[in-house]
C-alpha cells in the first residue's frame, strides 16, 4: 500500500506540472466569469423588458403589472438560469472528460514509450503496484476537477443570487464517477492501441449506440448493449435544464454500477499489463 501511495503522489505531482492539465482546470474558472457576464447581461435585458412593459401600462392608466405579466417574467428567469446552468454543467463535464482520457491513457503508455518504466520496474515495484498507484494518482487529480468545478458553479450561483437546480446536487459526483469509467476504459485500452486512439474509443464505448432507439443491428438486442458501459444515465444536462429532483437512490445505484465498470476495467488492465511486453 506505502508503494502504491508513493507512485500515486509522484503520479499527482507530475500531473499539477501538466500543462494541458493545468490549463483545463483553470478554464472552469474562467468559465465562471464568462458564464457571470453573459447571465448578468441576460438579467438586464430582461429587466429592461419588465420596466419597459411596466412603463406602458402606467401610461395606459394601470399602474401595476397583471399577476399574469410578473409569473412570466419570473419563468422567464427561471428558463435563462436552468439553460444557464445546464450549460456550464455541460461544459464542465466535457471538459472533466478530455482531462479524464488525457491523463489514464497516457499514464502507462507513455512511460513505455519512454522507456523509464523499466527503471521504475527494477526496484521493489510490481506491475499491479505501479498500475494501481498510476490510477489513484489520477482519481485524485479528477477529484480535485470535481471540487473546482463544483465551487465554481457555487460562486456562479452565488454571484447571480440564483438558486441551483435540484439536480446539481448530485451532479458533479455523477460526473467524477463518469470520468472515472471513462478513464479506467481509456487505461485498458492504451494498453493495445496508441492512446490517442484509446481517448477516442474510450469516449465512444458507451452502449448508446446501441439502445433501443437504434434500428437493424444497432438495436437493443445486440450483444454489446449488455458488454459495453452505459454513460447517458450520469449525464444530467436535461435534469439541470428542466429542474428534476434527482433520486438519491438512484445516485446509489449508479455509483455502485460506476465502481463495478471501474474494477472491471482495471482487473483486465492489471492483466493486461502483467502480460505485456516492455519494448
Same mark, same amino acid.
Given at each position: 500500500?506505502?508503494?502504491?501511495?508513493?507512485?500515486?503522489?509522484?503520479?499527482?505531482?507530475?500531473?499539477?506540472?501538466?500543462?494541458?492539465?493545468?490549463?483545463?482546470?483553470?478554464?472552469?474558472?474562467?468559465?465562471?466569469?464568462?458564464?457571470?457576464?453573459?447571465? !448578468?447581461?441576460?438579467?438586464?435585458?430582461?429587466?429592461?423588458?419588465?420596466?419597459?412593459?411596466?412603463?406602458?401600462?402606467?401610461?395606459?392608466?394601470?399602474?401595476?403589472?397583471?399577476?399574469?405579466?410578473?409569473?412570466?417574467?419570473?419563468?422567464?428567469?427561471?428558463?435563462? !438560469?436552468?439553460?444557464?446552468?445546464?450549460?456550464?454543467?455541460?461544459?464542465? !463535464?466535457?471538459?472533466?472528460?478530455?482531462?479524464?482520457?488525457?491523463?489514464?491513457?497516457?499514464?502507462?503508455?507513455?512511460?513505455?514509450?519512454?522507456?523509464?518504466?523499466?527503471?521504475?520496474?527494477?526496484?521493489?515495484?510490481?506491475?499491479?503496484?505501479?498500475?494501481?498507484?498510476?490510477?489513484?494518482?489520477?482519481?485524485?487529480?479528477?477529484?480535485?476537477?470535481?471540487?473546482?468545478?463544483?465551487?465554481?458553479?457555487?460562486?456562479?450561483?452565488?454571484?447571480?443570487?440564483?438558486?441551483?437546480?435540484?439536480?446539481?446536487?448530485?451532479?458533479?459526483?455523477?460526473?467524477?464517477?463518469?470520468?472515472?469509467?471513462?478513464?479506467?476504459?481509456?487505461?485498458?485500452?492504451?494498453?493495445?492501441?496508441?492512446?490517442?486512439?484509446?481517448?477516442?474509443?474510450?469516449?465512444? !464505448?458507451?452502449?448508446?449506440?446501441?439502445?433501443?432507439?437504434?434500428?437493424?443491428?444497432?438495436?437493443?438486442?445486440?450483444?454489446?448493449?449488455?458488454?459495453?458501459?452505459?454513460?447517458?444515465?450520469?449525464?444530467?444536462?436535461?435534469?439541470?435544464?428542466?429542474?428534476?429532483?434527482?433520486?438519491?437512490?438512484?445516485?446509489?445505484?449508479?455509483?455502485?454500477?460506476?465502481?463495478?465498470?471501474?474494477?472491471?476495467?482495471?482487473?483486465?488492465?492489471?492483466?493486461?499489463?502483467?502480460?505485456?511486453?516492455?519494448?
Amino acid at each position: 500500500m506505502k508503494t502504491i501511495s508513493l507512485i500515486a503522489g509522484d503520479t499527482i505531482r507530475a500531473l499539477l506540472h501538466h500543462r494541458l492539465v493545468l490549463g483545463l482546470m483553470l478554464a472552469s474558472l474562467a468559465l465562471t466569469t464568462v458564464f457571470c457576464m453573459l447571465f !448578468s447581461k441576460a438579467k438586464i435585458q430582461m429587466s429592461e423588458t419588465f420596466m419597459d412593459q411596466a412603463a406602458t401600462n402606467s401610461l395606459t392608466g394601470t399602474n401595476q403589472l397583471s399577476e399574469v405579466d410578473r409569473l412570466k417574467f419570473r419563468e422567464q428567469m427561471e428558463m435563462a !438560469s436552468s439553460g444557464f446552468q445546464s450549460a456550464f454543467y455541460g461544459i464542465a !463535464s466535457f471538459g472533466g472528460s478530455l482531462v479524464a482520457l488525457f491523463i489514464f491513457s497516457s499514464a502507462i503508455a507513455s512511460e513505455i514509450r519512454r522507456g523509464t518504466i523499466r527503471l521504475t520496474l527494477s526496484k521493489p515495484v510490481s506491475r499491479t503496484q505501479f498500475l494501481l498507484g498510476r490510477y489513484c494518482g489520477g482519481l485524485v487529480v479528477m477529484a480535485g476537477y470535481a471540487l473546482i468545478a463544483s465551487g465554481a458553479m457555487l460562486l456562479f450561483a452565488q454571484s447571480q443570487g440564483l438558486e441551483l437546480s435540484p439536480a446539481m446536487k448530485f451532479a458533479p459526483w455523477l460526473m467524477f464517477c463518469r470520468q472515472l469509467m471513462l478513464g479506467s476504459a481509456a487505461m485498458l485500452l492504451s494498453l493495445f492501441v496508441h492512446p490517442i486512439v484509446a481517448s477516442v474509443l474510450a469516449f465512444f !464505448s458507451g452502449n448508446g449506440l446501441f439502445s433501443s432507439a437504434g434500428h437493424g443491428l444497432l438495436s437493443r438486442y445486440n450483444p454489446l448493449y449488455a458488454i459495453l458501459p452505459d454513460y447517458s444515465d450520469f449525464n444530467l444536462m436535461r435534469q439541470v435544464y428542466s429542474g428534476t429532483l434527482v433520486n438519491a437512490k438512484d445516485v446509489a445505484f449508479l455509483s455502485l454500477y460506476a465502481a463495478d465498470v471501474v474494477i472491471i476495467m482495471l482487473l483486465l488492465a492489471i492483466w493486461r499489463f502483467r502480460t505485456k511486453e516492455l519494448v
